[in-house]
Structures are given as C-alpha cells and as structure tokens.
C-alpha cells in the first residue's frame, strides 16, 4: 500500500502569504494520479488540482501544483482570508484503490 | 450546476444497519463512476466504495462484506447500504463523482451527511 505523508501537520500565515505544502507518497506514484483537495468545516470538499499540476474548473491561478516520484508540492502564491481550511493529497493506486494523506491544517497567524 | 446531496445519516446502535442516499442533479450517475469517501472526527478522509458506470463495484477492505455501494437510474441517485455497523464507522460520509476527465480523482462533492455508531 501506498501511503501518504503530509506535512507540516498545521501552517499558521498571514494573508498575502505565500503557502508550500507538502505531500510524500511512500513509493513511486505516477504524477497522472496526484490530486489536492481542500476542505472547510460545513462544506462539500472541493478539488484543486489534478493530475499533480492541472489546476480544477474554476480555481484561482494563485493554486498551484507541482512534484513527481514521491514529493509533491501544493502552493498558494498569495494567501487569501477564504484559503484557510484543511488541504488533502490523494492518489489513485490499486489497494486501496484511492488513499488520502492525513490533511494540513492551513491556519491564520 | 452540478450538485450532489447526502442524506439519511444519523445516530445508529453498534450492529445496527442505515442507508445513505446521495442525489444528483445536472449529471447522470449512471454514466459516470460514483464513490463513497469518508472522515471520522479528528481524521482524515478514507476512501470507502466506488460504483462504475457499468455496475461493478468495489469496497475498501475495511467495509468489504458490511457496506454496499448501488444506484437507482430513474431517481439518478446513489446509495450506500450500511450494515453490521461498528464503532469506527463513525464519521461523515461524502458522496462524488469520480473525474470525467479520468477516475483517478473525483472532481464533485457533496457537502456530507454524518453518521454516529453509538449505544
């Protein structure tokens, strides 16, 4: 099984902030099969990024993705009020057939 | 706009069995893979089951044997059969769709329903 690591477990910035987030599969994961999530307490989670750097209909050019092999990168080049939340990678693989990494907690400073 | 909305949650007895329902608008379930992904309190997401377009199924193993991913065509809505409940299967569940573009991602949510296994 492939499994996802996070980090860091919470980031506390200022709005205006830049954010680099990381996510480290414990194997090889083919960039085809890396997504990004964000989360907010209430809310239907909404996809960011697909394909380790493809950004989702309708998300602002500020997300970006990036990474291959094992170390992926989230960044947010200017942290807006709305982007504080809790972000997920996942990957698709076989068993299971799709795992998420444990969440960042994305906090205001 | 595509919308996705989770019902039938609530507060079941350890053993005890619930549906949830998950209905669709603006897309059709049937043509597309569907899935179930869930977070217990304080955790992270856990993907649960998933439904093809052509009905095959699968199941985390987790849930293998107790939960049961399906769809009804006329009512364009998605179900998952929630049996022999546990403890640990408390959490709020989400429905989405997996991604048009490809099924390594799933590109709409619904907003979740909650699920509490408790005596």
């Known amino acids: 099984d492939i499994v996802l690591t996070q980090s860091p477990g919470t980031l506390s910035l200022s709005p205006g902030e830049r954010a680099t987030l990381a996510c480290r599969a414990s194997q090889s994961v083919s960039s085809s099969y890396l997504a990004w999530y964000q989360l907010k307490p209430g809310q239907a989670p909404r996809l960011l990024i697909y394909g380790a750097s493809s950004r989702a209909t309708g998300i602002p050019d500020r997300f970006s993705g990036s990474g291959s092999g094992t170390d992926f990168t989230l960044t947010i080049s200017r942290l807006e009020p709305e982007d504080f939340a809790v972000y997920f990678c996942q990957q698709y693989g076989s068993s299971p057939l799709y795992s998420f990494g444990q969440g960042t907690k994305l906090e205001i400073k | 706009e595509v919308q996705l909305v989770e019902s039938g949650g609530g507060l079941v007895q350890p053993g005890g069995s619930l549906r949830l329902s998950c209905a669709a608008s603006?897309?059709?379930?049937?043509?597309?893979?569907m899935t179930w992904v869930r977070q217990a309190p304080g955790k992270g997401l856990e993907w649960v089951s998933i439904?093809?377009?052509?009905?095959?199924?699968y199941n985390a193993d987790s849930v293998k044997g107790r939960f049961t991913i399906s769809r009804d065509n006329s009512k364009n809505t998605l179900y998952l059969q929630m049996n022999s409940l546990r403890a640990e299967d408390t959490a709020v569940y989400y429905c989405?769709?997996?991604?048009?573009?490809?099924?390594?991602?799933?590109?709409?949510w619904g907003q979740g329903t909650l699920v509490t296994v408790s005596s």
């Open positions: 989405a769709r997996v991604g048009v573009g490809g099924v390594y991602y799933f590109d709409y």
């Open positions: 603006a897309f059709t379930v049937s043509s597309n893979y």
């Open positions: 439904i093809y377009s052509g009905g095959s199924t």
